[in-house]
C-alpha cells in the first residue's frame, strides 16, 4: 500500500521506536519567540544541558512587543523582561535572534518562510499552536508546550505518538471574492473546532493547487482551529518558486538534489486515509463568524441559527452562550452586522499578499467614521514591501493606522487591545472570549472581508465592491 | 513532576463545551518568565468581575466546590493556543485532573508532562458525572491511575484509555526528556545520514 505525505515526511524523521513507546522523532526546524521560551530556557539550566544543535534553532520577537515603533524603554515592564530574557537565552545558548531593532524581526510564522528556513519534507516545531501554517510547504510542522520545547532545544527530538490522516479535498474553481480564508473557515464549520483532534490534515484538490504560498500559509495556518495539529500541503513548483533563492534555501547542486526528492513528496494513488472530507470551492462564499469558536461561522448570505435547530444539546448550550457573549441574536443575518474595529494582521492574514487585496479595497476610499483601523504587517520584511508599493499610504489616507511587525490585536498580550463590548472585523485565526482583549467580540473573515467592513463600517458582502 | 497513582477528591462541575486556553488562563498572565503563581489568572474571565470581585455564580467561586482536585469538563477542553500555562494555571490552582469528553491535542500532551492526568470519558458518563456532583458536590471520586478507573461511591466504575508510555510516566513521575536524552546515539546516528536521501 502506497503512502500518504504525512506517512512520508513522518516516516523519514523517525530517529527510534521502542516496543510500547511513542517515536522520537528529529526536528529539522525549531523556531521560538519570547512569551514560550523563557521557562524552556530555565528547565536546560536547572538540568545543566546545551543546546544540541543551535544551527537548526532561530528565534523572533512577536506575541508581547509593542507594534508602535517605540523604544524598550517605554515598553511595558513585562514585555521588555521577556524580549530581554529572550535576548540573553539566544546569547548564551548561541541562537540566531532576529531581533525587534534587526531588519527581519517578525511573526515567527511569517518570518520561518521568508527566510527558506520552511521547506518541504521538513518537521518544524514552534511553542505556538499555528506552527501549522508551515505545512503549507508540505512539511510536518505543529505547536508543542514549553516542555516540549526545552525538549528540543536539549535533543533536536519529541517523544510523538502517530497521529491519523484526514483527507480534505477541494476541487473546483473558486468565485471572485471567495479567498483562502473562507475555504479554511468553511471546513471548520463544517468539521467542527474540535473535528480534527488527533489527525493531520492533507489539503488536496484543484483547487487548492492553484492557490499562492500566501493562500496555502492561511489555511495550513488554521488547521489547529480545525482541532488538527497540522495541515500539510503536498509541495509543487508554486512551492520550489517560492522558496528558491531565499538566504537559508539549498543552493546549487545542492537545491537541486532537493527538489528532486521534495518531488516524491505527494500522496501515493493508493494510499489511504484515516477520514476524507470533500468541498466544491464553487459552492463557497466569503465567510464570517457568529462565535465564539472558529467553527461558529457562516456564509455572508446566511444567518446565526437558532439553539432549537442543533440536535446536539452540547452544541446548543455552546451556541447559546456564545451569542449571549457576542450580544447577537438567533436567526440574525451576519451581513449589516455594524463594526466598531477593523484589524487586518496576524499569521493567518498579514503577508503581502493579503495587504495587497486589501488595500485594492479600500484605495481611493475612507474608513467609516466610527471605525478604527489598524493594519499590522507580518514582518519588517512584508512592512517593507508594501511601503515600496505605496501600500502604506493607500491604509493612511483611508484612515487607517500603520503598525510594525508582530502579533498585534490577535491576541490581547500587547498593547493592541479591543475594548469590552466592541465589534472586530478581524483577520486572525481565533474569536475566542477575550482573545483580542477582555469582552471584546470577534468576527473572523478575510482580509478583502474587512477591509469592506471598514469602508462601509458594517459586515457587508465584499462581491458587492468588486465590480 | 509529581507521580500520579491514585486520587480521591471531590470535582468542580464545569458545565461548558470548547474551553479553550485563552479561557484557562488569558494572554496577560503569559508575560511571565516563570511558571509559578499562575492558578491567579485561571479562568480569570469567567472567574471574576472586571473590577477582580469573584463571580459568585462561577462553579469554582461556590464554597462547596473549594479544595476539589478533580475538574469535570465538556467536550474540546483546551483547545486553541499551544500555551502550557493553562495546565500550570490548573496545577498551581489545585487541580489533579481534568475529566471530559475530548481533549485538544497540544493541551492533553501538556498535561501528561505536568503530572495532571487528562481522563477521557464518554459524554454520557460526563453528564452523569456532572449531575452527580452539581445533586451533591460533596461526592468523593476515586481515581486509580494503576487500573485506569474512576470509581463513584456507590461502586460504580467506568474505566479510561491511556497510552502505556504516558501512564508509566505519570506513575514514575518522570517526563521524556531522560527518555529521549538516552538517544543521543540513535539521534547522532540519524544526523549523519545525508540530508536528500
Known amino acids: 500500500m502506497g503512502k500518504t505525505l504525512f506517512e512520508k515526511v513522518w516516516d523519514a524523521h523517525v530517529v527510534a521506536q521502542d516496543e510500547g513507546a511513542p517515536a522520537v522523532l528529529y526536528i529539522d526546524a525549531h523556531l521560538i519567540h519570547e512569551v514560550t521560551s523563557p521557562q524552556a530556557f530555565a528547565m536546560l539550566r536547572e538540568r545543566g544541558l546545551k543546546v544540541r544543535r543551535p544551527d537548526k534553532t532561530f528565534a523572533t520577537m512577536d506575541h508581547a512587543i509593542p507594534t508602535r515603533n517605540v523604544d524598550i524603554e517605554l515598553w511595558p515592564s513585562d514585555a521588555a523582561t521577556q524580549v530581554r530574557t529572550l535576548r540573553q537565552n539566544c546569547k548564551d545558548f548561541g541562537i540566531t535572534l532576529w531581533d525587534v531593532d534587526g531588519p527581519v524581526q517578525g511573526i515567527v510564522h511569517v518570518v520561518g518562510p521568508e527566510m527558506g528556513i520552511t521547506q518541504p519534507g521538513m518537521t518544524i516545531v514552534c511553542g505556538d499552536s499555528h506552527t501549522s501554517t508551515h505545512g503549507a510547504f508540505g512539511a510536518l510542522a505543529f505547536g508543542i508546550g514549553t516542555s516540549e520545547v526545552a525538549h528540543v532545544l536539549a535533543t533536536q527530538c519529541l517523544l510523538q505518538k502517530k497521529p491519523k490522516t484526514m483527507a480534505i479535498t477541494v476541487d473546483g474553481e473558486l468565485g471572485k471574492g471567495v479567498t483562502a480564508k473562507d475555504i479554511i473557515l468553511a471546513i471548520i464549520a463544517k468539521n467542527g473546532a474540535g473535528g480534527g483532534a488527533g489527525y493531520v490534515f492533507e489539503y488536496r484538490g484543484s483547487a487548492i493547487r492553484k492557490l499562492s504560498m500566501a493562500s496555502r500559509m492561511t489555511i495550513c495556518n488554521m488547521s489547529i482551529e480545525g482541532g488538527a495539529r497540522a495541515g500539510m500541503i503536498a509541495p509543487d513548483e508554486t512551492t520550489f518558486e517560492y522558496v528558491k533563492g531565499r538566504p537559508y534555501a539549498p543552493k546549487g547542486e545542492e537545491w537541486e538534489r532537493a527538489v528532486a526528492y521534495w518531488r516524491t513528496l505527494v500522496t501515493d494513488e493508493d494510499a489511504v486515509f484515516d477520514r476524507e472530507l470533500k468541498l466544491d470551492a464553487g459552492e463557497l462564499q466569503p465567510m464570517v463568524t457568529y462565535g465564539t469558536n472558529p467553527g461558529q461561522g457562516v456564509p455572508i448570505t446566511g444567518r446565526i441559527p437558532y439553539p432549537e435547530e442543533l440536535e446536539d444539546p452540547a452544541e446548543r448550550r455552546s451556541l447559546i452562550s456564545a451569542l449571549e457573549y457576542m450580544g447577537l441574536k438567533p436567526g440574525q443575518p451576519m451581513e449589516g452586522q455594524p463594526v466598531d474595529i477593523v484589524f487586518i494582521g496576524s499569521c493567518t492574514n498579514s503577508r503581502i499578499e493579503d495587504l495587497r487585496e486589501a488595500a485594492a479595497i479600500v484605495k481611493g476610499k475612507k474608513i467609516a467614521d466610527h471605525v478604527w483601523g489598524i493594519v499590522v504587517p507580518g514582518s519588517k520584511s512584508v512592512k517593507a514591501q508594501a511601503e515600496a508599493e505605496g501600500l502604506d499610504r493607500i491604509f493612511i489616507e483611508a484612515g487607517f493606522e500603520w503598525r510594525g511587525a508582530g502579533c498585534s490585536m490577535c491576541l490581547a498580550m500587547n498593547e493592541d487591545k479591543a475594548g469590552a463590548g466592541k465589534y472586530v472585523a478581524s483577520t486572525s485565526n481565533r474569536n475566542f472570549q477575550g482573545r483580542q482583549g477582555p469582552g471584546a467580540r470577534s468576527l473572523l473573515m478575510s482580509p478583502i472581508m474587512a477591509a469592506a467592513a471598514a469602508v462601509k463600517g458594517r459586515v457587508v458582502d465584499v462581491r458587492e465592491m468588486l465590480n | ?197
Not at chain 2, 462561577?58 to 500555551?83: C, D, H, M, T, W
Not at chain 2, 489533579?96 to 475530548?102: D, E, F, L, Q, Y
Not at chain 2, 492526568?117 to 471520586?141: H, Q, R
Open chain 2, 1 to 197: 513532576m509529581q507521580p500520579f497513582t491514585t486520587l480521591t477528591s471531590t470535582a468542580a462541575p464545569l458545565r461548558m463545551e470548547n474551553v479553550d486556553t485563552d479561557q484557562i488562563i488569558p494572554a496577560q498572565y503569559l508575560t511571565a518568565v516563570t511558571k509559578e503563581g499562575m492558578g491567579k489568572g485561571l479562568f480569570s474571565w469567567i472567574r471574576y468581575n472586571p473590577d477582580g470581585t469573584p463571580k459568585p455564580d462561577f462553579v469554582l467561586n461556590k464554597p462547596e466546590y473549594q479544595g476539589a482536585q478533580i475538574l469535570i469538563a465538556g467536550r474540546n477542553f483546551g483547545s486553541g493556543s499551544s500555551r502550557e500555562h493553562a495546565v500550570w494555571a490548573l496545577t498551581d490552582y489545585g487541580f489533579r485532573c481534568v475529566i471530559s469528553p475530548g481533549f485538544a491535542d497540544i493541551f492533553y500532551n501538556n498535561s501528561l508532562k505536568n503530572g495532571l492526568l487528562p481522563i477521557v470519558l464518554p459524554e454520557e458518563v460526563v453528564n452523569l458525572l456532572w449531575d452527580l456532583v452539581e445533586e451533591e458536590p460533596k461526592t468523593l471520586l476515586h481515581i486509580d491511575l494503576r487500573s485506569q478507573t474512576v470509581t463513584l461511591p456507590d461502586g460504580q466504575q467506568h474505566s479510561f484509555a491511556i497510552d502505556p508510555f504516558r501512564k508509566l510516566c505519570l506513575l514514575e513521575g518522570v517526563d521524556d526528556l531522560g527518555y529521549l536524552l538516552s538517544k543521543e546515539e540513535a539521534i547522532a546516528a540519524y544526523e549523519a545520514r545525508p540530508r536528500w536521501a
